[in-house]
């Protein structure tokens, strides 16, 4: 499992995460909200270990290692993967090229490309050019072949059209039941998903177990992923800011233990 402790990290020499902390069990997919600016592309960065993000104070644990100063690589090979939220174009690398690269030889890309409608994308370099939905779908068949076991996926939906998102929706399903192959993973308990949904809509295509809401840097409240999602749906982002959903769940919590 993924463990954050304390975190506090700085971007571009401005501090935007604040004495961060969560959870993604393993076997569990967790949803992260919150309204835009509030760090959740910049946590899924610093989890990823992209340069740039410099961890100021806190840990970040992986079944129990400490991997806050590992490099990318080091955290790609423990079996971390993660679709950006606006990846780079990589102009001279074909997307054929970078699937074969990523994938370990237990994956048809072929036919998962043509499923996501991507076959005629292979030859092409990945993402010149791309619309934000075929980006979308290159992201997802690159996870696809890499088969990360903790899955971060940086607003899945967002840009893509109505037909694709259903293909798309399948296919990130898919990658988050499917079987693990990475050393230190219990293939039984399974894999860990952090998702970050604006909108919501990729709860259609997958089991959420856990929802977090970050406001300003910092977790504002978790809860039931869906009762969260209906609670903002319904009041916005600024009745979380102010963590009346966390009240209303401590109070709910309560009544409960209490019988
Ligand atoms: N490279 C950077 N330099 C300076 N500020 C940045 C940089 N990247 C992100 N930020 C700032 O960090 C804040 C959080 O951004 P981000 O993590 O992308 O939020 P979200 O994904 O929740 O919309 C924003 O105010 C953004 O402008
Ligand atoms: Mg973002």
Same mark, same amino acid.
């Given at each position: =499992?993924?463990?954050?402790?304390?975190? +506090?990290?700085?971007?571009?020499?401005?501090?935007?995460? !604040?004495? #961060?902390?969560?959870?993604?069990?393993?076997?569990? &997919?967790?949803?992260?909200?919150?309204?835009?600016?509030?760090?959740?592309?910049?946590?899924? =960065?610093? /989890?990823?270990?992209? %340069?740039?993000?410099?961890?100021?104070?806190?840990?970040?644990?992986?079944?129990?290692?400490? /991997? &806050?100063?590992?490099?990318?690589?080091?955290?790609?090979?423990?079996? /971390?993967?993660?679709?950006? $939220?606006?990846?780079?174009?990589?102009?001279?690398?074909?997307?054929?090229?970078?699937?074969?690269?990523?994938?370990?030889?237990?994956?048809?890309?072929?036919?998962?490309?043509?499923?996501?409608?991507?076959?005629?994308?292979?030859?092409?370099?990945?993402?010149?050019?791309?619309?934000?939905?075929?980006?979308?779908?290159?992201? @997802?068949? $690159?996870? +696809?072949? $890499?088969?990360?076991?903790?899955?971060?996926?940086?607003?899945?939906?967002?840009?893509?059209?109505?037909?694709?998102?259903?293909?798309?929706?399948?296919?990130?399903?898919?990658?988050? &039941?499917?079987? &693990? !192959?990475?050393?230190?993973?219990?293939?039984? %308990?399974?894999?860990?998903?952090?998702?970050? +949904?604006?909108?919501? $809509?990729?709860?259609?295509?997958?089991?959420?177990?856990?929802?977090?809401? =970050?406001?300003?840097? +910092?977790?504002?409240?978790?809860?039931?992923?869906?009762?969260?999602?209906?609670? @903002?749906?319904? =009041?916005?982002?600024?009745?979380?800011?102010?963590?009346?959903?966390?009240?209303?769940? #401590?109070?709910?919590?309560?009544?409960? %233990?209490?019988?």
């Amino acid at each position: =499992m993924l463990e954050i402790e304390n975190l +506090t990290v700085e971007v571009g020499g401005r501090e935007i995460l !604040h004495n #961060l902390s969560l959870n993604v069990m393993t076997g569990y &997919t967790t949803v992260l909200f919150g309204p835009n600016g509030s760090g959740k592309s910049t946590l899924l =960065m610093t /989890i990823m270990g992209f %340069s740039g993000y410099k961890v100021k104070s806190g840990r970040i644990l992986l079944n129990g290692e400490d /991997i &806050t100063h590992l490099p990318v690589n080091e955290r790609a090979k423990r079996g /971390i993967g993660m679709m950006m $939220q606006r990846p780079p174009n990589l102009t001279g690398v074909r997307l054929k090229d970078l699937v074969r690269v990523t994938n370990k030889g237990n994956v048809d890309t072929d036919k998962i490309a043509e499923e996501l409608d991507m076959s005629r994308f292979l030859e092409r370099d990945v993402n010149v050019g791309f619309s934000g939905g075929e980006i979308k779908r290159s992201e @997802i068949l $690159q996870l +696809t072949a $890499q088969n990360p076991c903790l899955i971060l996926l940086d607003e899945p939906e967002s840009g893509v059209d109505m037909v694709s998102i259903e293909k798309l929706g399948e296919k990130v399903h898919d990658l988050l &039941t499917g079987p &693990t !192959h990475c050393a230190g993973w219990r293939e039984k %308990s399974g894999k860990a998903a952090l998702i970050i +949904t604006h909108t919501g $809509q990729i709860l259609d295509y997958v089991e959420a177990d856990r929802g977090y809401v =970050m406001c300003n840097g +910092t977790v504002a409240c978790s809860g039931n992923p869906r009762e969260l999602l209906a609670e @903002i749906r319904k =009041m916005g982002y600024q009745e979380c800011i102010r963590c009346k959903l966390n009240q209303a769940n #401590l109070i709910r919590e309560n009544i409960v %233990s209490e019988g």
